[in-house]
């Protein structure tokens, strides 16, 4: 007989190994009945909404999934996923890239990447591998599902390789990225510290993930949309800037993360929390204006560290 209980893990927090924590959240497992189940929604571009039992430290106030599904579980979803829906967004996700990068660039004062090397982890289809390519860049990726790889190839001719970071021989990079990546990982100190191996001095790191101290999170409370069963972290400027500390990165520049996505896979998206957005999907389709790109920010918000000094 099918027992849950049987694939759950309690971790300690990521950041500081403490043990004491307080409860935001509680598990909600009704919708689990098999183990096909926790494969179907243990997915990185899932939109299930959280089951898991949501924690905070009570040292360091970290929020994590505690206890969670086993990490070879959720590996193993990411190496089996395969999501058309998500690469039907590419067009947009490509704007949303390109203009992140070149906000990046301005802001840093950054003109010269010639013969310079780009590491993004997480590629999903390639997307931003191909912009990054596009723009003079020496590009490498890295991505889990074995779908999205074999896409990424044939599609864009990327540098995209299957497996996750503990894959990557220790060569170092002037950019590594993670665009909503970091809050998928099963291991957060695993990845950090190899990281950490794959950077130079001043190597630029590029994290994006859902802010949790935004203020659409704290007005939306438990409605936000990136309360997900897959997104095992919950970070804010505090807690990342004191996570990457420890690794030797210091915190140099955070802005809100404009997102492209055409305008019914928003409302469709939406939807799973309002059904008034669903009406809305509905009069897109039928006007003919559900293929238009948008910006939306709920939230999302990209961070900006550099390797210190060795």
Known sequence: MFNLYNYLQKINCPS?????????????????????DLLSIYKSSSHSIMIDQLVECNICDF?????????EIILQ??????DEKHVSQDKSRYITFKKSIQKIFTKLNISEITNKTFLDIGSASGIFLKLIKDIGFIESGYEPSH????????KYGVNINQGFINNIDDIKYDYI????????VTDLKGTLEKTQKLSKKNTYLIINVPDI????????????PFYLNVHLYYFKKKTLESILNKYDFEHILNFPHLQYLQLGYLFERAGKYFSFFLILKKISDFIKISKISVPYNMGQTTFIFKKKND
């Open 77 to 82: 979803s990411y190496s089996d996923n395969l």
């Open 213 to 224: 101290d935004s203020f659409i999170s704290r007005f939306m409370k438990f409605k936000w």
């Open 147 to 154: 779908w999205m790889v074999n896409y990424g190839k044939q």
């Open 16 to 36: 500081c190994n403490s043990t004491s924590y307080s409860v935001l959240k509680s598990s909600n497992y009704v919708s689990i009945k098999d183990f096909r």
């Open 63 to 71: 929020s994590y999934l505690n206890p969670r599904i086993k990490s």
């Open 177 to 184: 990225s993670f665009w909503d990546v970091l809050e998928h």
